[in-house]
């Protein structure tokens, strides 16, 4: 039987320079040596998703994003935390292994959080550019020239999610249309609109006093300009699907699935 250690071997064996020493893709919870009984990937260890491998009898999780609210996922600030410890104690008590997978998902040729979220929008037929070896921004020319808004109700149907929020003029023609998965940072966003004449920038999250008021501005200045903000997990969460089909070709005699997180944030 497969150990957790032979998945995660198997996930970075093509990945340039891997094993990283230095990477936020460690274990949480649970051991390497433990037996795998099935996989569930997800964009981050929710307690729903936690529940939800137990009653699947699938004892590692394989999450995109922190478990414990922290990049690095340090965990003694939270020892206070009755929620923290819940979490935590759920998941040791079930013999359940949180291995994260960013830096790696992010580092595979191509990137496979990427390419998820590019399969899932249908756009591949659409893309003209990537400028940078990582993958990103990755640049497409949507020929049917759609307005923001139906730009959303694209971006809503394919990634399955409800909030999209706009910063620019709402009545810009997105043709040429920037992709920038995650939170890469407000400069990387902006520097990314300036160097590729987007009219249009789709982003997973950004702080609000950086991108958005560049956008603002250019809408101020009656520029044909647009920002797209459709939330982390919304821009990722395909990644981790399409993980959970790579894994299950190379293991298939495991159960492997895929559980959306789903956005933490919801408008009321």
């Known amino acids: 039987m497969s150990t957790v250690q032979d998945v995660i071997d198997a996930i970075i064996a093509d990945i340039p320079g891997a094993p990283f020493a230095e990477t936020v893709d460690t274990i949480k919870v649970g051991s390497p040596e433990a037996e795998v009984s099935g996989i569930v990937t997800t964009f981050v260890a929710t307690d729903r998703i936690l529940h939800f491998a137990a009653e699947q009898g699938a004892n590692l999780v394989i999450s995109h994003e922190p478990t414990f609210f922290n990049h690095e996922d340090e965990t003694g600030w939270l020892d206070r935390s009755p929620v923290f410890r819940v979490k935590h104690d759920f998941a040791r008590e079930a013999g359940i292994t949180v291995w994260r997978c960013h830096d790696y ?55 399955a999610t409800s909030r999209v929020l706009l910063a620019g003029d709402p009545d810009t023609q997105c043709r040429r249309v920037a992709l920038l998965v995650g939170a890469i940072g407000g400069r990387r ?36 300009k647009a ?11 395909a990644g981790m699907a399409r993980l959970a089909a790579w894994i299950g070709q190379r293991f298939p005699d495991l159960s492997v699935l895929h559980r959306a997180a789903l956005d933490p944030l ?3």
């Open 227 to 237: 920002l797209l903000v459709i939330g982390h997990q919304p821009s990722e969460e």
């Open 189 to 224: 966003q902006i520097e990314t609109a300036i160097a590729n004449d987007v009219d249009a920038m789709v982003v997973g999250e950004t702080n609000e006093w950086e991108t958005p008021e560049y956008f603002r501005d250019a809408g101020y200045q009656k520029l044909k």
């Open 266 to 268: 919801r408008v009321i």
């Open 105 to 159: 998902a992010h580092s595979m040729k191509p990137d496979i959080i990427v390419e998820g979220v590019i399969d899932a929008l249908s756009w591949e037929k659409h893309r003209v550019d990537s400028l940078d070896p990582g993958g990103l921004p990755v640049i497409f020319e949507l020929n049917h020239r759609p307005r923001p808004t139906a730009l959303a109700n694209e971006i809503k149907s394919g990634l």
